[in-house]
């Protein structure tokens, strides 16, 4: 039996050892944390409960399953919960609000049903949205939309990767609004800069985000119904170990050895014991940023295509939760609330109403009934209260900053949605470290941005090391972007690359297009892309046209 040894649990770490377990490899995972789960894990309010009670639940950040998902969605299918699995603990979302400083909270429909009320809502949407949105603002997007459409995957790979989303959909001629809103969105949702992230990674999620919105009967996007590890990461690691995976938490790798073009052994200390862990294959789970430092020289020696890696180390971005409890559930709408005008970029979710069978008395002191959780996407920016960007801000700031940016985006025209006398007591991601009082914070998990130019730097899954293989969001992916889904996607493919390398005759993990559209559309877009591969291989700009 095969020996692989995975160095980082997080979902991609989990994903490859959920792959390799039952195809009969001996897998051992090796995460730094105490906590499973990576960046997707949840956390406790260390101290919070009392009399008996579970510490309050935190969140790194971001958790949420869009429709256009489909490696991690298959992997939930897969793993037991209850009389079913951890799938069916999903929950749909049926709004996705927008909060400005101007006006009352917008409702846009997340999941768009066939009903009078719903019908309403989606005229508002488009004749009276209160975003200062003109008819040109929403011809051009959708024009970019269409473009991004219909080009080839040749031209959106190689030509749009060279562009930054604000200058391919033109921004800067455009309204303020349309700046806002269309250019500033990147910013909300995967935490950089329009003018910093480039096409080939925006347009495609862009175009499939705004398409499954107004897609009727599903949401375009789904949440867990609990705790992230209660309801995944637990059960996920459970059926992991009872099938023979040794996950290890509180392990530290010191180093990556490498001699004659091998990985010869990984260097691990946990409990105060080092030690070399050799095996036959090594899958390298980290992220970009901590997966640099261990490239030597003898490794680029044996694999030049990890220079690229080292040269991705520094094109990461802050995006970190912070949970406000509250004394009353304060709902605020049945899904995300996007704060646009904020200078820091929030996006929240009130969390109970899609917990149905968690009961929070359970937590804490047993007085909590609701919690807002928040995620803060811009650190660079100066705050309304203390004039001074998130990492430079103290816990405490922090906390008053985001509080103060949402009630001045929710108690809009006399309307009294957050009111200070509902908070409890709050929770901020422990990954923001606070070792200098008078310098930034650091940050031990910040997020891949895909920077302009940037996809000839990314790796494969394997690497020119027979024995060293790569599985985390900045490897070279169908989903392109750096999310769990990239992550569980980058695992498939290192673990089919394995079972090549071992004329397997196990069948290789399914790995799915991405960014597609009802089957009757994507026929008539299979001939757009043609007629546009065609230009491109003639050097010809996009057009648009059929023939």
């Known amino acids: 039996m095969k020996k692989v040894a995975i160095l980082g649990g997080g979902v991609a770490g989990l994903s490859a050892a959920h792959e390799l377990i039952t195809r009969g490899y001996d897998v051992s995972v090796y995460e730094f944390k105490s906590i499973p789960g990576g960046k997707a894990r949840s956390m406790p309010y260390t101290g919070s409960g009392v009399g008996g009670r579970r510490d309050l639940p935190g969140e790194h950040g971001f958790r949420l399953f869009p429709r256009f998902y489909r490696h991690v969605i298959d992997t939930l299918k897969n793993i037991p919960y209850g009389d079913g699995t951890v799938y069916d603990n999903l929950q749909e979302v049926t709004r996705l609000d927008i909060a400005t400083y101007s006006a009352p909270l917008l409702p846009l429909l997340a999941k768009v049903e066939f009903s009078i009320e719903n019908f309403l809502v989606v005229l508002k949407d488009i004749f009276d949205n209160g975003l200062g949105l003109t008819s040109s603002d929403m011809e051009q997007y959708g024009k970019k939309l269409w473009q991004i459409m219909t080009s080839c995957d040749e031209r959106i790979r190689d030509e749009y990767n060279d562009i930054d989303w604000w200058t391919f959909i033109q921004a800067e001629q455009q309204s303020e609004a349309f700046q806002k809103i269309f250019a500033g969105f990147t910013k909300t949702l995967v935490a950089c800069q329009s003018k910093v992230a480039n096409t080939q990674t925006v347009g495609p999620v862009a175009t499939q985000m705004t398409f499954d919105i107004t897609t009727p009967g599903t949401s375009f996007v789904r949440l867990l119904n609990g705790p992230t590890n209660d309801k995944w990461i637990y059960p996920w690691l459970t059926f992991l170990q009872d099938r023979g995976v040794k996950y290890h938490l509180n392990a530290k790798v010191e180093r990556i050895t490498c001699e004659s073009g091998m990985i010869q052994c ?31 020289d003898s490794m680029l020696e044996a694999a030049p295509s990890l220079k690229g890696v080292q040269q991705l180390m520094d094109s990461v971005a802050w995006m970190n939760g912070i949970q406000f409890y509250m004394n009353k559930d304060v709902t605020i709408t049945h899904g995300h609330v996007i704060y646009l005008d904020a200078p820091w970029s929030l996006t929240s979710v009130s969390q109970k109403q899609f917990w149905p069978n968690v009961n929070l008395s359970d937590y804490g002191d047993g007085l909590v009934k609701g919690i807002l959780s928040v995620d803060i996407s811009d650190w660079n920016t100066p705050g309304i209260l203390y004039g001074k960007p998130a990492m430079y801000c103290t816990p405490e700031e922090i906390k008053e900053e985001v509080w103060a940016q949402m009630k001045k985006s929710l108690n809009v025209d006399g309307a009294v949605i957050l009111e200070d006398s509902v908070l409890h007591s709050w929770f901020l991601d422990t990954d923001i470290q606070f070792s200098n009082p008078e310098g930034a914070c650091s940050n031990m998990e910040p997020l891949l941005i895909n920077r302009v130019g940037t996809w000839d730097l990314r790796p494969e899954a394997y690497t020119e090391i027979p024995n060293l293989f790569l599985a985390a969001d900045y490897v070279r992916t169908n989903t392109n972007l750096a999310t769990m889904e990239g992550a569980n996607e980058a695992a ?16 290789p993990c399914e790995i799915w297009e991405m960014y597609q559209f009802d089957k009757g559309l994507l026929t008539a877009l299979k001939l757009y892309k043609h007629h546009d591969k065609k230009r491109f291989e003639k050097g010809l700009p996009w057009n648009g046209e059929l023939l």
Do not use: H, Q, W
């Open 266 to 296: 990984a260097t691990i200390t946990k409990d105060g014991e080092t030690f070399d862990v050799e095996a036959d294959y090594y899958i390298c789970a980290f992220p970009v940023e901590v997966m640099g430092t261990f490239i030597t």
């Open 492 to 507: 498939r493919r290192a673990v089919n690359a394995i079972l090549k390398k071992d004329d397997s005759k196990e069948k």
